[in-house]
């Protein structure tokens, strides 16, 4: 029962006494009566008194105890005129402006971090005490191709993005470089902070592509360079020695098994000068020359190309195209990307197999096929200089395929997918 409410059944009892009693004393008309008036009239002072300076100090603390329990902090107490009590009240109050203060400076603070997360050009993915998503910034979702509102809620491992299931495998406090098959490449931190006494863990995403593949680029483009002055030089006096022997041996009796290695020899060394040239057509890749283009011409084009070569392997050319606007790019550079890939792709499937080419409304090419897929190891691996799966491939197809789209600012990827089907993608940002 409140205070306030046994005060009041007190004080009715003591004046329903007294009223009693003062009746009792009026009947008999004795100084008694006087004496009994003055003594009610003292009990209302003690009582007034009383009230003033217990149960009012005590009520205006219990109501400050509510507005505490119902975080109101923009409420103050009012004094009493009692000393002790406004002592309790003061403190009280400033008490209450510096919680005030305090939440204000928080919610200043967190709007702050909250835009500066939202702001970072690095990828910020924070989880619950479940592994779950509660916030990514607009940076991460476009690291990991997907839409915030979409993930908020699931796990890593249940969200459809590889740089998410590369994510799940970094141990807590640990750092790590993640190549994806788009040949982006990222520095992954997983650390966690603490809220609420709870540890929290947090992804940080920094973006390497463009400082590696420029380092990258500049390394094998003077490797390149080099071995191709060599070799070309070299191959160069050999050759023209070897066409001088070849002519001199030529008119000799019983020289034709010796003309015979001689000339073995001479193509031997212009297929080592065209091997050497190719790799110095990568560093010389002319920029782009950009005019409106219909794409799906350029892919028609492509498809009549390589019909017969997929026709002797018994490999299925399947077409799917939309209506697609035109595209800022250059015709030429870019047949000789997509001839790469559907080149690449009846490379994948050997014999009998279906390739299907769909493009889309908003410029979104994919080229498919059911070959023998790409493996996790080789995944990471697959737009690394000089890399190749082919037991005599050179590793440089992949990387002017990655030199093209990066000049044409698209984003590209590669990928075999659960269902076993490797698809290439790219999509036009433009």
């Not at 392997?313 to 000789?336: C, T």
């Not at 737009?383 to 050179?394: C, I």
Request: glycine share 6%.
């Amino acid at each position: 029962m409140r205070l306030k409410v046994i005060f009041g059944i007190f004080a009715s009892l003591l004046v329903l006494i007294l009223g009693l009693l003062i009746y009792q004393m009026a009947s008999s008309g004795s100084v008694l009566f006087y004496v009994t008036e003055v003594l009610v009239l003292f009990a209302f002072i003690l009582l007034w008194l009383f009230y003033r300076k217990v149960i009012k100090p005590l009520q205006i603390i219990g109501n400050g105890m509510e507005l505490l329990r119902e975080q109101d902090f923009s409420s103050r107490l009012s004094s009493v005129g009692q000393h002790e009590a406004d002592k309790v009240v003061n403190v009280f109050n400033r008490m209450m402006d510096q919680l005030k203060n305090e939440r204000l400076r928080l919610r200043e603070q967190n709007h702050f971090l909250d835009l500066l997360i939202n702001a970072s050009p690095m990828g910020v993915v924070i989880l619950s005490l479940d592994e779950e998503l509660t916030q990514i910034n607009p940076m991460a979702a476009r690291f990991m191709g997907v839409l915030p509102e979409e993930v908020i809620g699931k796990k890593l491992t249940e969200v459809d993005s590889v740089l998410s299931v590369e994510l799940s495998k970094i141990p807590r406090q640990g750092t790590v470089t993640v190549r994806l098959n788009d040949s982006s490449i990222y520095k992954c931190t997983h650390s966690s902070f603490i809220d609420r006494g709870f540890h929290h863990p947090f992804f940080l995403i920094e973006v390497l592509t463009d400082e590696v593949i420029k380092a990258e680029k500049k390394a094998y483009e003077k490797v390149i360079r080099m071995i191709a002055h060599e070799v070309n030089n070299t191959t160069a006096g050999i050759t023209s020695t070897l066409d001088t022997l070849e002519q001199a041996f030529s008119t000799q009796e019983d020289s034709a098994e010796l003309t015979e290695v001689l000339r073995v020899c001479i193509d031997r060394c212009f297929s080592m000068s065209h091997f050497i040239t190719r790799f110095a057509d990568v560093v010389k890749i002319p920029d782009p020359s950009f005019s409106p283009t219909d794409l799906n011409e350029i892919l028609t084009s492509c498809v009549r190309f390589m019909q017969g070569m997929c026709n002797e392997r018994n490999i299925q050319i399947l077409s799917k195209f939309e209506k697609m606007p035109l595209l800022m790019v250059d015709g030429a550079l870019f047949e000789q990307v997509l001839l790469n890939i559907i080149k690449n792709a009846a490379e994948s499937i050997g014999q009998e197999g279906v390739i299907t080419i769909t493009t889309s409304g908003n410029g979104d090419i994919e080229i498919a096929d059911n070959g023998k897929g790409i493996s996790k190891e080789v995944e990471d691996k697959l737009f690394s200089p000089f890399f190749s799966t082919k037991p005599n491939g050179q590793g440089i197809g992949l990387i002017l395929i990655r030199e093209i789209l990066t000049r044409h600012g698209c984003t590209f990827s590669l990928r075999t997918y659960h269902d076993g089907i490797t698809r290439f993608r790219i999509h036009f940002s433009q």
